[in-house]
């Protein structure tokens, strides 16, 4: 809606899972069906913001009424976004994958040769990289924690650690059906402390989230 809330706003919002590849035909990933990000493209697209969507490969098609920048690899993740930037805001809710294959293989790795072993590099943090900018910044940079324990403790910390305003944090342990499900149970961390929201569908929270951010923006 050209006359909701964000209009003019422009928001970039990170999804899905990275692949990193070990050869032509093999990577390793995070688990991540990109529910979660598609929906908050989404729910800011419906308050009237332009998004930008840059998105690995997800198991969810990607929301109409969005630029949609697909991306493999964490690094090819860090140049579509710092290419989409500037942007009012940025929420980071792809699952990157923390490590990429030092030298993955140009050729298919072939069985017959043994066993292997792989050797990793560390992955840029994109959240951390936007966070930390010195010029540039998005007024609001958002980021999320899938923790199984602890979970305001490690996500308060994690806030300060990577320097962005909001963690969005959620509990993923098994038994709560929320990796791939519909549902999310997540606690909000900001500067004012921590927010417990209760129990909900992945389409509200993004709801309430884009509500948040336009709060923020206004
Ligand atoms: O450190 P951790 O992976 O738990 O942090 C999660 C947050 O950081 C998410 O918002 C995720 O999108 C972001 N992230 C990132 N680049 C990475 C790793 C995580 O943007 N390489």
């Not at 066993?115 to 010029?135: G, Q, S, Y």
């Not at 929201?197 to 309430?208: E, L, T």
Request: with cysteine; hydrophobic share 45%.
């Amino acid at each position: 809606l050209a006359d909701g809330p964000l209009r003019g706003r422009h928001v970039l919002v990170t999804s899905g899972p990275t692949h990193e590849p070990i050869d032509p035909v093999r990577y390793i990933a995070n688990r991540s069906s990109g529910a979660q990000g598609t929906a908050l493209a989404r729910a800011l697209a419906t308050l009237g913001a332009r998004v930008t969507f840059v998105t690995g490969p997800a198991s969810v098609p990607p929301p109409e009424g969005v630029t949609v920048v697909r991306v493999e690899t964490a690094r090819e993740m860090l140049a579509a976004v710092e290419a989409a930037l500037p942007a009012d805001a940025a929420v980071f809710a792809a699952a990157v994958a923390d490590w990429r294959v030092a030298s993955a293989s140009t050729h298919k790795m072939k069985k017959e040769a043994g066993a292997v072993a792989l050797e990793f590099a560390e992955n840029p943090d994109i959240l951390a990289t936007v966070a930390r900018r010195t010029e540039g910044r998005p007024r609001l940079v958002v980021g999320f924690a899938a923790e199984t324990n602890d979970v305001v403790a490690h996500a308060t910390a994690k806030r300060a650690r990577k320097g962005c305003d909001w963690i969005v944090a959620n509990d993923v342990s098994p038994g709560t059906g929320i990796m791939g499900g519909t549902e999310n149970a997540v606690t909000l961390i900001t500067s004012g402390g921590a927010e417990d929201w209760p129990r909900m569908g992945k389409d509200m929270v993004a709801r309430k989230l884009a509500e948040r951010i336009a709060a923020a923006l206004a």
